[in-house]
């Protein structure tokens, strides 16, 4: 083995202690291949930079890495990981690109990402709980706008347990592939968190008398068949605001969610269906297919008065020059809407929370409702046969007689 001299310490105790750390270092290997990297590294180390530490090369050599790999930072890294994501839809990217930017980056992002621990880790959420605090202070029961020190939110807000959940989940997903896919960390840091437990509420829902109640208030207005969709059949917010004519057959009595629109960057954006079995029909009764008809006649006058302003986008429900509605500002009509009818105020997807449970009220077979909402387990068959469609539009009448009949 070729002899390594090297020069420039200030004093035989460096210089000494110098080549006891690269006999240290040596001693690592546990076999040649990774005794002749770690050697090629002593020999190759630039006069005044030190060697790195035993720690960090037995780290790199335990998870497989080139024992003088400098590594990566945590910013670096979150980053690459981030853009590799391509089948993310676009509202899930922006939720982690957010968590990552608001929360993650601002204390991990220089940190060498081999070097990240428990630690780390904790402080990420202690400084979620300093800026929660502080923001109590500052705004005193007010909700007027404050600026906190440290925050990089353009309107700080608190940061509740839910939401520190997601952060958490995204911190767990990151370390997961950095630990199994590119092997650069030895285990995940962000177990040694515990966060208070997340306790969901249950979703409130409206009985059959208050959705006749609202349907009846609402029965003029240019969302009012949206809104009779997601009552009576359950359809997401994003997929009910996103339904085309193409998609849809109202003779054969269905609408098809095919390409739902999602607000990614304060922008209606269109996207995909959350998941395999949210591509599907949503049957209707006859009466909302004779509203969606008579809708459909009005928006082609709305059309025909806009002339070249309108933006043809086929959309069942879209503003006055044929633009998609925000999904955000489709929540906020409908709770005016149900504080206008004296009802008490939901959240849209509770709507779809109230279809579920009107389904059930009306007696339709537990899979007809798995596969209407559209999270059924098993994968929906790719056609419908004809006692299918029929069932369909059975169970599609049993809630809407339900809702019609109910007392006021």
Known sequence: MKQVRQYGFRTKTEAEKAAQHAGKLLGLATDEITRKRIGDMIATAKRGVPLPSAEDVARRIGVGLDPESTGVSTGEAWHAWL??????????????????????????????????????????????????????????????????????????????????????AALR??????????????????????????????????????????????????????????????????????????DADLDAGYVRVRRPIVLVRGAATESTPKTKTGDRPIWLDAETVRILKEHRTVQLKARLKAGESWQDNDLIFCQGDGTPYKPDAVTRRFQRLASLAGLP?????????????????????????RRTLGHADAAMTAHYTHIEAEAHKAAAEAVAKLVEGASS
């Open 345 to 369: 105020v939901i959240k849209l997807h509770e709507g779809r929370h109230s279809a579920a449970s009107l389904a059930r009220d009306a007696e339709v077979d537990p899979e007809i409702r």
């Open 83 to 168: 853009a590799g994501k391509k089948r993310l839809r676009a509202s899930s990217a922006e939720r982690l690109e957010i968590a990552g930017r608001h929360w993650i980056l601002p204390v991990l992002a220089d940190v060498p990402l081999e070097r990240l621990n428990g630690a780390h880790m904790a402080e990420v959420f202690a400084r979620i709980e300093r800026l929660n605090a502080q923001l109590a202070v500052k705004q005193g029961g007010s909700r007027s706008f404050v600026r906190l020190d440290g925050d990089v939110r353009t309107r700080p807000r608190h940061v509740g347990v839910a939401s520190q959940h997601r952060v958490y």
């Open 173 to 246: 997903e990151f370390c997961n592939f950095e630990m199994r896919k590119t092997r650069r960390l030895a285990y995940n840091p962000v177990y040694a968190v515990e966060l208070e437990p997340e306790v969901t509420p249950e979703a409130r829902r409206w009985s059959a008398s208050q959705a006749r109640a609202f349907l009846a208030f609402t029965k003029d207005d240019p969302l009012g068949p949206l809104f009779r969709i997601v009552l009576l059949r359950g359809a997401r917010r994003g997929e009910a605001v996103g339904l085309r004519w193409a």
